[in-house]
C-alpha cells in the first residue's frame, strides 16, 4: 500500500535528488535525443519508402501528438498512480516500440505504429518530470533541477543530430530505433529510488483524452491527404469534443482557462513562434541536403554549434532574463531567431557558412525567448490555476504544432511557394521554395512580436512604471 504524499518526505527526498533525479534527467535526456534523432532520418526514411515529405512527416508528427496527449495523461496520474509505477511503464512502453519498429521497418505504417508506442512511454517525461520535481525537491534546490533539466535538452538534442546522422550514413536509419533501449538501465535505479507514493484516488478523463487523440490524428490525416471529407469530419469531432468538454466537471481540456486575462493572445504568440521552430528543424534536413548536396552526417554536424551554444546560452538565459526584465529577454531573443531566419531565406543557395551562423543564431534566441516567454506567462496565471492553465498550454500547442509541421511538409512538397522573390543563385533544387518557406516563417515571428507587444508588452511596461512610480514616491 502507498503512503499518503502528505507524510514528511525528507527520507523520500533524499533518495529521489541524490540518487533517482540523475537517471530521470538522463530519461529526460534519451527522450529528447530519440526525437532529434527522428527528424534528422527523415530524408532517408523518405527516400527508402519512396515517399514525399508531406507523408514521411507523420514520423515526426505522430511524435509530437502523442508526447502532447500522453504527457498530459501521466500528469493526471500522477495524483493517484505512483512515481515509480509511472516511470517504470514510461521505460518499459518506450523499450517495447523501439524493438517493434526495428522489427517491422520494412512497413512505413507499422514505423508509424511503433514511433506511437515509443513515444506514449517517453511522455513520461514532459508529463511528470517538472511535477516530480515540484513535489519532491527542496524548493530551493528546484530550480537547479530544472535548470538541468533546460541544459540536458539542448545537450541532447546536439548529440542527437551527430549520432542521428552517422547512424544514417553508416549504418541504416533502422537502427535510430535501438538507440533508446540503453533506457533499460534506468529501471533498477527507478524500481528502487522513486517514491511509490499514492495520492488522493482521481479520475482521469480518459474519453476526452481518447476523443482528442483521434481529433488531432484526423486533423492531420486531413492536412497529409488535403482530403476535404475528412477536414469536415475533424470538425465534428471538434464541435462533440468542445461540447463534451463543458459538461465535465474534470476534462482533459479544461477551457474556463481562456477566461484569464491575456491567456488567449499570448498562447496564440507562443504558437507563432513555436511553430517556425518545430516546422524549421522538419525541413532543415531537406533543404541542406537538396540546396547542398550534402550529406545527412554534414547536416548532424552543423546542428553542434547550434545546440551547444544554446546549451550555454541556456545557462545563462536566467540570469539574462534577471538583468535586462522578461520583456527585454523575448524581444532579443526573437530578434536574434528572426536575424537568422532572414539569413536562411536571403543567403540560401550561396556559401554554405551562412547556414552555419544562421542555425547558431536560431538556436541561441529561443533559449532566451523561453525564458523571456515563460516568465512572463506563468506571470499572469492565478496561483491556483497554474498546473491546469500549462497542461492545456502544452496540449494545445503540441497539437497545433504537429498539425503545422504536416502542414510545411505539404508545401515542401508542391510547387505552390516555387516563385522567385529574391536573386538567389539559379540552377539549385527548390532553393527559391525554401527561400519563400523561410521568409513566411520570418513574418510569423514578426507577428508573433507585434502581437505580444500589443496585447501584453505595452501594458505590462505601464503596469512596471506605476509600481515604480509608488515605490519612489513612497521612498
Not at 342 to 356: E, K, R, V
Request: proline residues 3%; charged residues 10%.
Amino acid at each position: 500500500m502507498g503512503q499518503d504524499r502528505h507524510t514528511d518526505n525528507s527520507s523520500v527526498n533524499s533518495k529521489v535528488i541524490l540518487i533517482a533525479m540523475p537517471w530521470v534527467i538522463f530519461l529526460l535526456f534519451m527522450q529528447v535525443f530519440n526525437e532529434n534523432v527522428f527528424s534528422l532520418v527523415t530524408p532517408k526514411i523518405a527516400e527508402d519508402f519512396a515517399i514525399t515529405p508531406g507523408t514521411v512527416s507523420w514520423v515526426v508528427t505522430i511524435g509530437g501528438l502523442i508526447l502532447g496527449v500522453g504527457g498530459a495523461i501521466y500528469a493526471a496520474l500522477s495524483d493517484s498512480i505512483s512515481f515509480r509505477k509511472l516511470f517504470v511503464f514510461g521505460v518499459v512502453t518506450f523499450v517495447a516500440g523501439s524493438l517493434l519498429g526495428f522489427i517491422v521497418q520494412s512497413s512505413f505504417v507499422l514505423v508509424v505504429l511503433a514511433r506511437a508506442i515509443q513515444c506514449m512511454g517517453a511522455a513520461v517525461i514532459p508529463g511528470c518530470f517538472i511535477v516530480l520535481v515540484r513535489r519532491y525537491a527542496p524548493k530551493e534546490q528546484q530550480p537547479l533541477y530544472l535548470g538541468y533539466g533546460t541544459a540536458m535538452y539542448q545537450l541532447s538534442a546536439g548529440i542527437g543530430h551527430i549520432i542521428g546522422g552517422y547512424v544514417a550514413k553508416y549504418f541504416s536509419w533502422t537502427f535510430s530505433f535501438l538507440l533508446p533501449l540503453v533506457v533499460l538501465i534506468t529501471l533498477p535505479v527507478f524500481l528502487k529510488y522513486l517514491p511509490d507514493e499514492t495520492g488522493k484516488k482521481g479520475k482521469l478523463d480518459i474519453i476526452g483524452a481518447i476523443i482528442l487523440t483521434v481529433l488531432s490524428t484526423v486533423l492531420i490525416l486531413a492536412v497529409t491527404r488535403k482530403d476535404m471529407v475528412i477536414g469536415l469530419i475533424g470538425l465534428v469531432i471538434l464541435v462533440f469534443f468542445v461540447l463534451y468538454s463543458k459538461k465535465r466537471t474534470d476534462p482533459i481540456l479544461d477551457l474556463s482557462v481562456f477566461r484569464i486575462k491575456t491567456y488567449t493572445p499570448l498562447l496564440l504568440v507562443s504558437i507563432l513562434i513555436y511553430c517556425v521552430q518545430s516546422a524549421f528543424f522538419f525541413i532543415f534536413p531537406f533543404f541542406i541536403r537538396d540546396v547542398y548536396s550534402a550529406g545527412i552526417e554534414v547536416i548532424g554536424l552543423m546542428f553542434v554549434p547550434a545546440n551547444f551554444g544554446a546549451f550555454i546560452s541556456g545557462m545563462l538565459a536566467g540570469k539574462i532574463t534577471n538583468k535586462i526584465g522578461k520583456l527585454k529577454a523575448f524581444y532579443v531573443g526573437t530578434s536574434i531567431v528572426l536575424a537568422g531566419m532572414l539569413m536562411f531565406g536571403i543567403f540560401l543557395g550561396m556559401n554554405i557558412i551562412y547556414m552555419w551562423i544562421a542555425l547558431a543564431l536560431f538556436g541561441i534566441g529561443y533559449t532566451i525567448v523561453y525564458s523571456g516567454f515563460y516568465t512572463s506567462f506563468t506571470g499572469l496565471l492565478p496561483d491556483d490555476r497554474v498546473g491546469i492553465s500549462m497542461s492545456v498550454y502544452n496540449l494545445i500547442t503540441k497539437i497545433i504544432l504537429s498539425l503545422f509541421v504536416a502542414l510545411v511538409g505539404i508545401l515542401i512538397s508542391q510547387d505552390t511557394l516555387d516563385v522567385k522573390l529574391l536573386p538567389l543563385p539559379e540552377g539549385l533544387k527548390h532553393v527559391h521554395l525554401y527561400s519563400n518557406v523561410c521568409l513566411l516563417f520570418s513574418l510569423m515571428l514578426a507577428g508573433g512580436m507585434v502581437l505580444f507587444e500589443v496585447c501584453y508588452g505595452r501594458k505590462e511596461r505601464q503596469r512596471l512604471a506605476s509600481e515604480t512610480v509608488a515605490e519612489q514616491e513612497a521612498v
